[in-house]
C-alpha cells in the first residue's frame, strides 16, 4: 500500500485555508462603496416616503367611499330600490330609451 506524500497534504491544508479564508474585500474604493451605501439608504427613504403617500391616499379614499355608501343607503334613496336591492331607474341608460 503506498503512502500519500506530504505535499498532497500540503495541498490538501491549503485548499482548506483557501475556502475558509475570508472573502476579497471589496476591489472598489472607500468613497465609491460609501456613496453606493448612501445611495441605497436614500432610495429607501424616497420609497418609504411614497409608501406612505399611498398609505394616506388610500385611508382618505376609502373614507370617501363609505360615506358615498352610507349617503347613497340613507332613507331618502331607499325609494329608488326595489325588494331586491337592484336600482328601479338605471341612470346610464339614454333617456329617450328610458321615456323621458
Excluded at 47 to 67: F, G, H, I, N, S
Amino acid at each position: 500500500m503506498t503512502r500519500p506524500s506530504s505535499s498532497f497534504f500540503g495541498l490538501i491544508l491549503l485548499l482548506i485555508g483557501h475556502a475558509a479564508a475570508a472573502p476579497e474585500p471589496d476591489p472598489r474604493p472607500r468613497a465609491v462603496r460609501s456613496s453606493a451605501c448612501q445611495e441605497h439608504t436614500n432610495l429607501h427613504g424616497r420609497l418609504d416616503v411614497v409608501e406612505k403617500r399611498v398609505e394616506v391616499t388610500v385611508e382618505k379614499l376609502e373614507a370617501e367611499l363609505a360615506a358615498l355608501l352610507e349617503a347613497i343607503e340613507a332613507p331618502k334613496w331607499r325609494p329608488l330600490l326595489d325588494n331586491t336591492g337592484h336600482t328601479a331607474v338605471d341612470i346610464l341608460e339614454d333617456p329617450v330609451q328610458r321615456g323621458t
